[in-house]
């Protein structure tokens, strides 16, 4: 198993005549990634890098079988790539794009509870199930299969934290992105939920930072639902309070924004914390061994 | 983007908010003949990006026309401190010079995005005029929030709900939903993301009045509002921050210590700053250089790096994905071409096109200290500082 993408993603790609947006189907096609459409609103009937380009994803999805989407059309576009996407029944919709306005995101969240289309990001690098399927901008050969579930804010901070884990030989099942915007299709929860409940998935990695309160939240979720062991890191530690940190979410208001608060309700939780961005690799090893030999006394 | 409280209350009296007569003045003089027309006594208001005026001095009372003048003079040119500022302050360029109102009651409200039920709040309390994040704090239960659906928006019973929690007259019930309703459609209008009145108070004639005015606007929707952009003051901001963004460097955020770092992605960003500290030194910077398509834009970053003075050492740590390796490392290449830098430099490339960064850096000539992995660039980032 593994989680939202595997060898049976067929998946479109909207926008996918731009620039990032034919580059990331390059990269997705050269990993195995099943890319079965793109949709361009106005170059229907045409093709790029082979793979055959539609108008609407309606169609586009009734004459290929896409089930899953990727998203890389600019900012002010975006929310209503991802609400075709919804209303042609795509069940996954991943959304690059990062900018997106607020009162975009609010109906849009708001009409996706109405639907069975799970949203990750937006502002996000997407989605990898190593050696099964890419949906992302992340480099294919940093990740190796395996046991380890990795959830995150971040883009760059997970891969690192992935080409930590993969130069320990620990491979992962699944890595998710979830988006550096404080509005999220897709939470901390949702995803841990999903590799709580995924057979390949022997431990979770959760990529946290300052902002927001869905590092608690997430605390609380793992606490009364998790079995499978939890590593955590949050960034932002020696940020200064009330600047925006690059992200949009990553923002200090109050003290709960803060990342000692968020490490605190972790590891009350009982998810080990890995204190430096340098050691989360060699910490989650620990984890798994300790558990093995607990399996094994 | 933040604005000014004059420009705030302008907008909201475009949307039938009641605000006190007034006008902006950049000088002495200026300020004298608005308080000459307003007659009787005025307040004088310090416009600055920072909230904390009245105990910083920002905010004061003049009984006379003379005495608003030599007021202003006093303030004009001055650099305010508040607790939101930096220990330089804020340059107070232009002040609000408007009647002074005898308040009989004072009220909270604001509308924010709550990002955990995605949805705007807005929040009433009957504690107005105070620090509104500390009486969340201290006494949350003076707070009443109501949930702003997209599918109905405001609706009158929230009015009336939020005007008894707060205590209002019944008298003021109808009023107070007005504003209300008018304060949602300003904050779905414009794209905002924080509106607040603090206080919102009732003069002696029983009326509703925006004494305080505060609008911050969602930066990813400022193209549609070109109206609200042009409003942005720059000389508000730390003068580097907003050198770095008319250079197309936007996240950067400029710290106190002395190592200046060049990272991409938000995330890596934060953590570097994080693991320096944790490897005994600290950052002279925060900058996420974001998906990079020109050499541009890293000579830029170089630019603002190295014009910090402080800056005894620069560590690139760059972990390609959108943005490439290779384009990088040439934006190295063309900076130190360019430029006369002399502090170390610490490099650790990874990711997307990394054997041609590596190569261009390595023929470029110029003299780096190469790191591996990210424990290994803090260690020899803050090592090069300590020496150099």
């Avoid at chain 1, 884990?165 to 929860?189: K, R």
């Avoid at chain 2, 969340?136 to 109501?146: D, L, M, Y």
């Avoid at chain 2, 990711?351 to 200290?369: C, D, H, P």
Wanted: net charge negative; glycine share 10%.
């Amino acid at each position: 198993m593994s989680i939202l993408v595997d060898e049976n993603t067929r998946l479109l790609v909207q926008g996918i005549s731009g620039r990032e947006g034919s580059f990331h189907t390059q990269r997705c096609l050269e990993y195995g990634t099943k890319v079965v459409a793109g949709v361009s609103p106005g170059k229907g009937g045409s093709k790029v890098l082979g793979v055959p380009v539609f108008n609407t994803v309606e169609r586009a999805t009734r004459e290929t079988g896409a089930n899953a989407s990727i998203i890389f059309v600019p900012a002010a576009f975006a929310a209503d790539a991802v609400l075709e996407a919804a209303d042609a029944g795509i069940s996954l919709v991943v959304c690059i794009t990062e900018g997106i306005p607020t009162f975009d995101m609010i109906p849009l969240l708001y009409y996706l509870r109405h639907t069975n289309t799970r949203l990750i990001g937006p502002n996000c690098p997407g989605v990898i199930s190593p050696g099964k399927c890419k949906a992302g901008l992340m480099a294919g050969d940093i990740h190796m299969p395996g046991g380890v579930g990795v959830v995150s804010r971040s883009g760059t901070l997970t891969y690192e934290v992935v080409a930590q884990l993969t130069a320990l030989e620990v491979g992962q099942s699944t890595c998710v992105g979830i988006g550096g915007d404080p509005l999220l299709g897709s939470t901390f929860i949702d995803i841990l939920n999903l590799f709580e409940q995924d057979t390949q998935t022997s431990a979770v990695v959760l990529i946290g930072e300052i902002g927001g309160t869905m590092e608690q939240e997430a605390a609380e979720f793992i606490q009364k639902n998790m079995s499978k062991p939890t590593i955590a890191f949050v960034a932002g530690s020696t940020a200064p309070p009330g600047r925006r940190m690059g992200h949009a979410g990553a923002i200090i208001s109050g003290s709960s924004g803060k990342a000692q608060q968020k490490i605190t309700a972790l590891a009350t939780a009982g998810v080990t914390i890995a204190e430096s961005p340098a050691k989360v690799g060699i910490t989650t090893k620990k984890v798994l061994e300790e558990k093995t030999k607990r399996l094994f006394i | 983007m933040k604005i000014h409280e004059y420009q705030a209350k302008a907008i909201m009296s475009q949307y039938g908010i009641p605000v006190p007569q007034g006008g902006v003045a950049g000088t002495a003089a200026e300020a004298k003949e608005i308080a000459a027309q307003l007659g009787g006594e005025v307040a004088i208001k310090a416009q600055v990006y920072a909230g904390g005026r009245g105990k910083a001095g920002g905010i004061k009372l003049a009984p006379s026309a003379q005495e608003a003048a030599k007021l202003v003079a006093e303030m004009l040119g001055k650099n305010l401190v508040t607790h939101q500022t930096s220990p330089q302050g804020v340059p107070i360029d232009r002040v609000l010079v408007e009647q002074a109102i005898e308040a009989e009651g004072e009220f909270y409200l604001g509308i924010a995005i709550d990002g955990s039920a995605q949805l705007p709040v807005m929040m009433a309390s009957s504690a107005g005029g105070m620090d509104i994040e500390e009486v969340a704090q201290k006494s949350p239960e003076k707070i009443t929030k109501i949930y702003l659906e997209p599918a109905i928006g405001f609706q009158p019973f929230q009015g009336r709900k939020l005007a008894e929690a707060m205590g209002m007259d019944p008298s003021l019930v109808r009023p107070a939903t007005e504003l209300m309703a008018n304060l949602y459609r300003l904050f779905w209008g414009k794209d905002c993301s924080l509106a607040e009145i603090n206080p919102l108070v009732i003069t002696k004639q029983t009326e509703l009045v925006a004494i305080d005015a505060k609008l911050n606007f969602d930066d990813n929707a400022l193209f549609r509002h070109p109206d609200i952009a042009q409003l942005h003051d720059p000389r508000q901001e730390d003068a580097m921050e907003a050198q770095a963004a008319s250079w197309g460097v936007k996240n950067y955020v400029k710290l106190n210590g002395n190592i200046g770092c060049l990272v991409n992605g938000a995330g890596l960003a934060m953590s570097i700053l994080d693991l320096l500290t944790l490897s005994g030194g600290s950052s002279a910077n925060f900058l996420d250089i974001g998906t990079v398509n020109t050499t541009e834009r890293v000579v830029n970053a170089f630019k603002i790096l190295t014009a910090d003075p402080k800056v005894k050492a620069v560590l690139v740590n760059i972990f390609g994905g959108m943005a490439r390796v290779d384009v990088i490392a040439q934006g190295i290449e063309e900076a130190y071409r360019q430029m006369d830098i002399r502090v170390p430099l610490v490099v650790r490339l990874a990711g997307t096109n990394v054997e041609q960064g590596r190569r261009i850096l390595a023929e470029s000539g110029i003299k780096f200290i190469a790191a591996q992995d990210l424990a290994e660039a803090g260690r020899l980032a803050v090592e090069a500082a300590k020496i150099s």
